[in-house]
């Protein structure tokens, strides 16, 4: 049956993966208490449309830090796209052009930096764990730049990656043929080894992530790239505040999809307090239980710039490759559109809280 929402990739997904690769994929951290809360805070919030407005041309585009978007929608960073498809990243990154969105590669990707910049027809950001090794992460920073990727996104939630019970009851490595290929082999071999009570991502996390950085080693690479700065993983107004005293110009409000500190609230919880922290100084991203038109509108209406969208990409390139990630986004999309002339809200700029019931 071919899919109709996001929901039946979801299903196909959970019929079809390995079940090491579809735990990987699917799990998050401890009792996945906030991974449930991710979906579920959506359903909790209610719409409240407006009738009569002329409704007859809608359109979703954004600005967002000089780019245009045909949707408010980007892919979330996500490691290793080659788990579940043949063409990888190569894949993902034409579906998200194609569908007008923004493409956020991860540091672990498995395609190469350069090929994925060739593959692009949209807006590409690259995400960066802080490596203990700063020569490293400014050899990689600088062939990010050459390479014509237009942000910087670190993830500040992970100074080390969180245990996650699926990982660790079905023992998942990484397969030979799926590796980080934008960072040195000597990482990259870690995480293909298991070892018991660790996975070999939290292993090769705590080996290679910095741990120890504060705001003030912000600076330093805040000095050292041209690149705007996204911090990935804010949920708390004073860390908000504080990454716009620093320098910083987007954040994007996440728990990693329930992936790292368990037991807080799903991100679209915590987004009212880091949009009034900011209070307009920076653009609020939000990733986390996005698989609906009618979420991203309601995180558009409490105050976000743009949405990301992770597993429901991967689901679909799971699926049936670019064509796949491309029809999920393609999804989100078109549900906006309607949501958006159902709600009486024919542009993004309308869209505020006085949508939310
Ligand atoms: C398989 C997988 C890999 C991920 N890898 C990364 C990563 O390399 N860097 C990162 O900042 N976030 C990573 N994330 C977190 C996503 O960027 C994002 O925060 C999360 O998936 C959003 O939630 P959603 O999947 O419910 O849309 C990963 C998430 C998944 C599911
Ligand atoms: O799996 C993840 O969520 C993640 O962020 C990650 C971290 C290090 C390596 C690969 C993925």
């Not at 390139?317 to 949501?339: C, P």
Request: with cysteine; hydrophobic share 50%.
């Amino acid at each position: 049956m071919n899919p109709v929402d996001v929901a039946d990739y979801a299903e196909h997904a959970k019929a079809t993966l390995a079940g090491d690769v579809l735990g990987y994929l699917d799990g998050g951290s401890g009792a996945e208490w906030t991974l449930r809360e991710n979906t579920a805070a959506y359903r909790r919030i209610r719409l409240r449309p407006r009738v009569l407005v002329d409704v007859g041309s809608v359109d979703t585009a954004v600005d967002l830090l000089g780019s245009s978007l045909a949707a408010p929608l980007g892919v979330a960073p996500m490691a290793y796209h080659a788990l579940v498809h043949p063409e990888a990243e190569l894949a993902t990154v034409k579906a998200t052009g194609a569908a007008g969105a923004l493409f956020v590669a991860s540091m672990f990707a498995s395609t190469g930096l350069v090929r994925m910049a060739q593959a692009a027809t949209g807006p590409l950001w690259m995400q960066l764990y802080w490596l203990r090794d700063r020569g490293a992460l400014l050899e990689l920073v600088g062939r990010v730049e050459q390479a014509g990727y237009r942000a910087l996104v670190l993830t500040v939630d992970a100074p080390k990656v969180a245990r996650r019970a699926r990982d660790l009851r079905s023992g998942f490595t990484l397969p030979p043929h799926v590796r980080a290929v934008n960072l040195d082999a000597e990482l990259m071999a870690a995480s293909h080894v298991a070892e018991a009570g660790v996975s070999a991502i939290e292993r090769h996390s705590r080996e290679r992530f910095d741990p120890t950085i504060t705001w003030s080693d912000l600076g330093w690479l805040r000095e050292r790239t041209r690149l705007p700065l996204v911090l990935k993983g804010i949920l708390a107004g004073e860390d908000a505040r504080l990454a716009a005293e620093n320098g910083v110009d987007a954040v994007v409000v996440s728990n990693h999809g329930g992936r790292q500190l368990d037991g807080v609230p799903a991100a679209v919880d915590a987004l009212a307090e880091v949009v009034d922290a900011v209070a307009g100084r920076l653009p609020v991203l939000v990733d986390g239980g996005v698989r609906r038109g009618t979420d991203v509108l309601k995180a558009l209406a409490l105050g976000a710039a743009t949405v990301l969208v992770g597993r429901p990409v991967l689901w679909g390139l799971a699926h049936s490759g670019a064509a796949g990630a491309e029809h999920v986004l393609r999804l989100l999309r078109e549900e906006l559109e309607e949501a958006m002339a159902l709600c009486g809200r024919p542009t993004t700029v309308e869209v505020d809280r006085s949508v939310l019931g």
